[in-house]
């Protein structure tokens, strides 16, 4: 069916009107004031541009890695029809200067006006040093550009704003060889629209994932380590969008002192106030923010500090909650009343698996069979809801037995017992029969040391409430009685016939806590969780901190005091817990709670294994996180001490200074970081970033803001 005229009439309307808005959109990226030269050479990753010395300084120069854009478009056009296959905007990024057909001419001219103005007081491009037509011809060079994407404009969906939406590609859709592109370098107006561009679609779906697209400024667009000013792009600020860092792995890079606690806690502020949304139509996100601050530098005040982040609090005055950022540590800290403690009652039965959790850590790397064997002992009440009467009795005597067992090596191993006194039985049954006792102390054995063991054993064992040192001389000789006795054989075959269950007197669990006393170096190892410890402790750390992250806190674990190895294993307990806690929700069909995990000094927890290495907790945190919504955000001085399938998996990226090739190779595999490996290694100034986001299109030079929380905030 044919359009009548009113319809072809409409239709040129709204392609008028497309074509201007056209313009003017283009006219927000490119300004005629800010051209700088040609292309004369291209392919599809890079571009030569000739670029003329008086334009050049009259944009205020061009530093390398500085963004250009190339285009045919006219950005003094009223009307400009965007479908056309050449209007788009190609946006670049200087590498170096390259060579030109006359290269070698120029250079020989240079060389010999320079040689013959040696020793006189001019220089050699003064103007009475050459005539105005070699003067000229050596007023233009050239440089090689890599091509980063193209900028275009598209009719945005019906539901979006506006008709017409600009859009980015990561490349070029079309090739022109015979076709000049002119070459600008943006203002801070048109960079910061080209350095903070964001999908129109990546935005939606950050609304509509989030409720919440804020955006929060990181610093501004820094080129290289020479910073003069008065270049036209002074100050121009670089935003993020916090939403990008959930769910995702993200990396800080950079030698000490090069700005990366300071960036860790800009990213850690834009985060928590992503409850402030800087949109009416944006919903408040709380997210649980997990730091393990092995310096003490984020829980406490230092001397380098402008505002702590433990203060980050204090942002908003009609919102003010110092609950709402939670610190804890071994230890109290004067200038932090509210701290919570990290330690818990390893003698309370309700915290003995979470004790012996830590414990278990601390041996992991112990080689020793009867180690291994205790590590392996676990401690679970049985449920009466699983057993007939007797067996339940049976099963729970035997339980109360292993416990005893376990909290006598406790003590023995330097533990404060506090309240706790040996009980040596269940309501009126006694944990060793007389019958076991009789036997035990009528022992007679040939090795003397043994059979007074034993012997005296059976005394202790017979007592209603021997002390903490007699039980751990009893159960030396118990563990000998059992292992070592034909006595002992001959009761426990006689037994079986009589149990409830079927089962030895001895379960295989008692044995193994059993032989704990045999050697004193097992007890001294125990004792290396000496300091998690406290019987005033009730309930366990680890919950409490991932109900802190579950109501959106942000909490920080100072490991500052307190022995390495234990922290390092202390932190995996902590991770574990989050881990499960938000696995299971996944498993029962509930959406898990968004938390963020900091990972400082990240080399000396992350590890440097194999990538199949599922039993342990970060490499499953790295590889599973996102469905669990847990993000994982960690830095280190070497790129090359995180394990491959972490990078692999990194979606954000913050590198500062890097010092030597064997770093910035590594990094030269991920994103355009091959373009800045050598200024990496070369400039060494304080938050002076590259960053590449999961939201944005290419890597970003940006000075970040200095972290700062004034008091009258």
């Not at 919903?283 to 649980?288: K, S």
Request: charged fraction near 30%; aromatic fraction near 12%; include cysteine.
């Amino acid at each position: 069916m044919e359009k009548n005229d009113l319809e072809i009439s409409m239709e040129e309307d709204v392609e008028n009107y497309n074509n201007k808005k056209a313009a003017e959109k283009f006219s927000e990226l490119v300004q005629k004031d800010q051209y700088v030269g040609e292309t004369y050479s291209i392919n599809y990753e890079t571009i030569k541009v000739v670029i003329s010395d008086y334009f050049r300084k009259q944009v205020g120069g061009i530093s390398s890695l500085s963004f250009l854009i190339a285009t045919r478009v006219d950005p003094e056009k009223e009307y400009i029809d965007f479908k056309r296959e050449d209007s788009s905007i190609i946006l670049l990024r200087v590498l170096d200067a390259t060579d030109t057909p006359e290269s070698n001419e120029k250079e020989a001219l240079r060389h010999e006006i320079a040689r013959r103005v040696s020793g006189e007081n001019k220089f050699w491009d003064s103007e009475d040093a050459m005539d105005h037509k070699t003067r000229e011809f050596l007023a233009s060079s050239a440089l090689e550009c890599r091509i980063i994407g193209t900028f275009y404009l598209e009719e945005a969906l019906k539901e979006a704003k506006g008709k017409l939406q600009l859009k980015f590609g990561c490349d070029i859709s079309n090739f022109y060889p015979n076709k000049g592109l002119k070459v600008y370098k943006p203002n801070g107006e048109a960079l910061e629209k080209i350095i903070n561009y964001i999908d129109p679609e990546t935005l939606k779906e950050h609304y509509e994932e989030y409720e919440n697209n804020s955006k929060v400024r990181l610093g501004n667009v820094r080129y290289a380590s020479t910073r003069r000013k008065h270049q036209k792009i002074d100050n121009v600020p670089v935003y993020m969008y916090p939403t990008d860092l959930l769910t995702q792995k993200t990396a800080l890079f950079g030698m000490t002192r090069t700005g990366k606690s300071n960036t860790t806690k800009i990213i850690a502020k834009s985060v928590y106030e992503l409850r402030y949304p800087d949109s009416e139509e944006g919903e408040p996100l709380r997210i649980g923010q997990l730091i393990f601050d092995p310096n003490g530098e984020y829980a406490n005040e230092t001397v380098q500090d402008r505002g702590s982040l433990k203060r980050v609090w204090k942002l908003k005055e009609d919102a003010k909650r110092e609950d709402e950022v939670v610190t804890y540590g071994l230890d109290d800290h004067p200038d932090d009343p509210h701290r919570k403690h990290m330690r818990i009652n390893f003698f309370k039965q309700e915290l003995l698996q979470q004790g012996k959790d830590i414990i278990n850590n601390i041996l992991e790397d112990e080689g020793a069979q009867y180690i291994r064997n205790f590590v392996n002992v676990r401690f679970e009440k049985p449920n009466k809801n699983d057993y007939e009467d007797d067996e339940f009795w049976s099963y729970l005597v035997r339980y109360r037995r292993r416990v005893l067992v376990y909290q006598t090596l406790l003590k023995k191993a330097g533990f404060n017992e506090g309240y706790f006194k040996p009980k040596l039985k269940v309501g009126k049954t006694p944990f060793f029969n007389s019958d076991i006792l009789e036997i035990m102390s009528n022992v007679e054995l040939n090795n003397t040391k043994k059979q007074n063991l034993i012997n005296s054993a059976a005394e202790t064992l017979s007592k209603e409430n021997p002390s903490w040192g007699a039980l751990a001389s009893a159960f030396e000789g118990l563990f000998y009685f059992i292992s070592d006795t034909e006595a002992y054989i001959d009761y426990n075959q006689d037994y079986i016939k009589e149990s409830t269950t079927g089962e030895g007197w001895a379960d295989s669990d008692l044995e193994r806590l059993l032989e704990m006393f045999v050697y004193s170096k097992g007890a001294n190892l125990i004792g290396k969780a000496e300091d998690y410890h406290s019987f005033g402790m009730d309930e366990d750390y680890a919950e409490e901190i991932y109900n802190d992250l579950v109501e959106g806190k942000l909490v920080i674990v100072d490991q500052a005091t307190g022995d390495p190895e234990i922290n390092k294993n202390v932190s995996k307990k902590i991770m574990w817990k989050i881990f499960r806690e938000n696995q299971n929700k996944f498993r029962l069909g509930n959406k898990p709670d968004h938390i963020l995990v900091y990972l400082e000094e990240a080399h000396n927890l992350l590890p440097a294994g194999t990538e199949t290495d599922m039993q342990d907790i970060w490499v499953r945190t790295a590889k599973e996180g996102a469905k669990y919504n847990i993000g994982m955000i960690y830095a280190t001085q070497e790129v090359s001490s995180i394990q491959k399938n972490i990078l692999k998996n990194t979606a954000n990226w913050f590198i500062s200074h890097l010092n030597n090739t064997d770093e910035t190779k590594e990094l030269c595999k991920y994103y355009d970081f091959e373009d800045f490996e050598r200024s990496i290694r070369r400039a060494q100034d304080k938050g002076f970033l590259r960053v590449k986001t999961l939201s944005s299109f290419f890597v970003k030079p940006i000075q970040v803001d200095l972290f700062e929380i004034e008091e009258g905030e």
